[in-house]
């Protein structure tokens, strides 16, 4: 199995897929040198996942891909899934989930530009019918999660900066998409932020993307080939270094890094 991602974001959703899999290894990708996904364009994302995908499975054999990452899911997914011939599953902002929760029918979506401004996304809330969504289109908080996982402590500044524009709303959403895996990993600073007012429900799709492997494994005969767990990244640097006590949790028998170019 490939978990894919241009950062950690998407070691939250390998750790929720681990534990409901115990006995699966996986390969996983961080793609550091094109950190992040979310300000680049969909052709450049495309690309990238078509080349990530074509260089990894000359080396192991991968036999189903996880696209961690809403970004990539929202603007690449079906296309990747017409060009492989191997299961490719995404992630995608949970909207028809907090359209079940919301009781105020004010619901708030944080994620990327790029997943934003993606034809699915877009096409998703134009569908929308019976609640207000309230979006904010960010690049930074993923930037402060990695930030956070390296040992920096969340400036309160920066993040009310960023929600500024829910903060000052009378009435503020009651539900909250996640709408990137980056920021399941800053739930608690963000929750101190948005929750003075009253009380919020936050959604991310970790648990939809975990149900949706499993139950694909459970239903065909793909046989998973991975000996061992394994963490790939694709740029050197003493950033990356900073990462290396982060991931010591996670078990990787195998960190390598592996030239995209």
Not at 182 to 189: A, I, N, Q, W
Request: charged fraction near 20%; glycine fraction near 4%; hydrophobic fraction near 40%.
């Amino acid at each position: 199995m490939l978990i894919l991602d241009s950062g950690v974001g998407g070691l939250s959703v390998l750790k929720n897929i681990k534990k409901n899999l115990p006995k699966i290894n996986y390969v996983y990708m961080l793609d550091n040198e094109a950190f992040p996904y979310g300000n680049k364009t969909e052709w450049f994302i495309l690309q990238r996942s078509i080349k990530i995908i074509n260089t990894i499975k000359k080396i192991y054999p991968i036999t189903i891909v996880v696209i961690a990452c809403n970004t990539v899911s929202t603007v690449a997914l079906s296309i990747l899934r017409n060009k492989f011939n191997l299961p490719i599953i995404g992630i995608f902002p949970a909207i028809e989930t907090a359209e079940k929760i919301t009781k105020n029918k004010i619901i708030g979506l944080i994620a990327t530009q790029a997943t934003i401004n993606s034809f699915y996304t877009k096409n998703k809330i134009q569908k929308n019918s019976s609640n207000t969504i309230k979006i904010i289109s960010t690049n930074k908080l993923a930037l402060i999660a990695e930030k956070k996982i390296r040992g920096t402590t969340v400036s309160q500044i920066q993040l009310k900066n960023i929600f500024k524009p829910w903060i000052n709303l009378s009435i503020c959403p009651d539900t909250v998409i996640l709408g990137c895996t980056h920021f399941s990993l800053l739930r608690e600073e963000i929750k101190k932020i948005l929750c003075v007012k009253s009380s919020i429900y936050f959604i991310d799709s970790i648990n939809i993307i975990t149900y949706q492997v499993k139950n694909y494994l459970n239903q065909s005969e793909i046989k998973l080939n991975i000996k061992k767990n394994i963490f790939l990244y694709s740029k050197k640097n003493d950033n990356f270094k900073k990462l290396l006590v982060f991931l010591k949790k996670y078990q990787f028998e195998i960190i390598e890094y592996i030239n995209l170019n």
